[in-house]
């Protein structure tokens, strides 16, 4: 038993001993194998590191090559370039040596020629001194012979020659003046031509009433009322004054407010037509008149911008232009009034080129003061400018209503539009009435400017005013001066009267020899 177990280990240790040999020669195999394949990869190694050496060593040599080459084709242009500028600098040095000797010439030239001034300067004091005694002596001559002294003979020929300038100056400027006349005539004479052939209106104003006819006589007895009470309640409800007048079944009605003034005449028309008459009667009637007068002045206004197409009009604009449907200057109705300038106006802007819905806009705006100058105290163009400013209209159209009677600066163009539309608009054959009164008076005034000139024989105002006629003494004024007195006293009506449309001034010069055979 003993002997198997001994025979079994050495079996085994032998069994362990062969695996442990077949494991070394395994690895031994494979280290060797290891040591080939490390050889073999030094070798690679060292291969590709000698042929990058000599790619390096090649690649080397050909860049210091190539820096050689540019070296020397540097070091050549520079040598090249040097010779160039050794050359010019060659030149430069040839040119300054001429010049130095050119400059050597000029200068003994200059020194010949100084000597010559100075030797002519010499001469020049020595004539100077010659002729300075010659002309005292001439002078002392002159001076003897005339009996007048240089000073007076300086004055005289001042004077001879003012008064020739003067009649030179004045024909020129009387050329000028005419030159520039005719131009801008006819060049006005052409606009205007051109915005009234597209325009038309009623050649006479219609005429606006304040009396009441009524069907008989008794009827004013029964407007007076008892003891009164009647015209007194009709006085107090509208603010007017009727008057009863000696004219047969007429009354009269006499106020400054024109919406007032309509309300009375609508209402007294309405009473005597109903045939009731008593102070609550005429309360109610005036109320209702007042109400139906409003919507009037609404209805007017309203047509008045719907006829222009006016967008975005404040209505109290509206309102003060359906007023002015009631108010008349000089007999013309202001709203148709300011209808005919807002369409000449709009018609001028565009012949010349500019806005014309501004112009239409200040046109139709101008007089709209008017409706307020019962109520407000100032001239009506700053009335109704102040009314446009705050009621948010364009500046342009504020100045040109605030300027349409020149009490305001002109700021844009539509500013003398305006003033001339206003101008054409109430100058228009048949378009105002002038109280007899009024027209004798600018007659007078006219006639009164025109003999206060110096000069003047005679003075008449002809065709109802449009032409002042002066006749000036011949042998006081010459036709230059006459010329002048024209201007001057154009400038003066202009300052003293106002008038609509333009004012002739005709200054006539002439001299008549009379002799009689005998």
Not at 62 to 90: A, G, H, W
Not at 289 to 318: P, S, T, W, Y
Not at 385 to 414: I, P, Q
Request: glycine share 4%.
């Amino acid at each position: 038993m003993f002997v198997w177990i001994i025979g079994a280990v050495s079996l085994l240790i032998i069994a362990i001993g062969l695996v442990i040999l077949r494991a070394a020669n395994a690895k031994f195999a494979k280290a060797s194998e290891l040591m080939s394949d490390a050889k073999n990869r030094w070798k690679n190694v060292k291969q590709e590191i000698e042929t990058e050496r000599r790619e390096a060593l090649l690649k080397l040599k050909d860049e210091i090559y190539k820096k050689r080459n540019e070296f020397e084709l540097e070091i050549k242009r520079d040598k090249i370039t040097l010779e160039r500028l050794q050359n010019k600098l060659n030149d430069k040095s040839e040119s300054l040596e001429k010049k130095e000797q050119q400059l050597d010439d000029l200068k003994r030239e200059l020194q010949q020629k100084e000597r010559a001034v100075s030797r002519n300067e010499d001469m020049l004091r020595l004539n100077e001194t010659k002729l300075k005694n010659l002309y005292d002596e001439l002078i002392n001559k002159l001076e003897r012979s005339s009996n007048m002294t240089q000073e007076e003979a300086k004055q005289a020929l001042f004077d001879t020659l003012k008064a020739e300038v003067q009649l030179a100056s004045q024909k020129w400027v009387q050329k000028v003046e005419e030159e520039a006349r005719q131009t801008a005539k006819q060049k006005s004479i052409d606009i205007v031509i051109g915005a009234m052939q597209r325009f038309s209106v009623d050649q006479v104003a219609p005429h606006a009433s304040n009396t009441v006819q009524l069907p008989n006589e008794d009827m004013k007895g029964r407007i007076i009322g008892k003891e009164g009470r009647n015209i007194k309640s009709l006085e107090m409800a509208t603010g007017m004054e009727f008057v009863i007048g000696e004219i047969p079944e007429i009354i009269t009605i006499s106020g400054f407010n024109p919406v007032r003034r309509e309300v009375a005449k609508r209402a007294l028309e309405v009473l005597v037509a109903d045939g009731r008459i008593n102070p609550t009667k005429i309360e109610e009637t005036v109320a209702k008149c007042e109400q139906e007068v409003d919507e009037i002045i609404e209805e007017k206004g309203r047509e008045a911008v719907l006829e222009f197409n006016l967008q975005g009009v404040h209505m109290d604009i509206i309102k003060l232009l359906g007023k002015l449907h009631f108010r008349t200057s000089f007999s013309q109705n202001v709203l148709a009034h300011s209808k005919e300038v807002a369409f000449i106006a709009r018609m001028l802007a565009e012949e010349l080129g500019l806005d014309g819905k501004i112009a239409l806009r200040a046109g139709l705006f101008h007089d709209i003061g008017k409706a307020l100058s019962e109520e407000i105290e100032g001239p009506h163009a700053s009335i109704g400018a102040d009314v446009l400013r705050r009621c948010g209209e364009d500046a342009r159209v504020v100045n040109a209503v605030a300027a349409h009677h020149e009490e305001s600066e002109f700021k844009s163009e539509y500013a003398p539009i305006v003033l001339i539309a206003d101008a054409i608009s109430a100058s228009r054959p048949g378009a105002r009435r002038e109280t007899l009164s009024a027209y004798l008076k600018r007659l007078e005034k006219l006639e009164e400017i025109a003999n206060s000139f110096e000069g003047v024989k005679k003075a008449y105002a002809l065709q109802a005013g449009r032409e002042i006629r002066v006749i000036v003494q011949e042998d006081f004024l010459t036709d230059e001066k006459s010329a002048e007195l024209a201007r001057n006293l154009a400038q003066a009506i202009e300052a003293n009267i106002n008038f609509p449309g333009q004012i002739k001034v005709n200054v006539i010069r002439e001299k008549r020899a009379i002799e009689y055979a005998r």
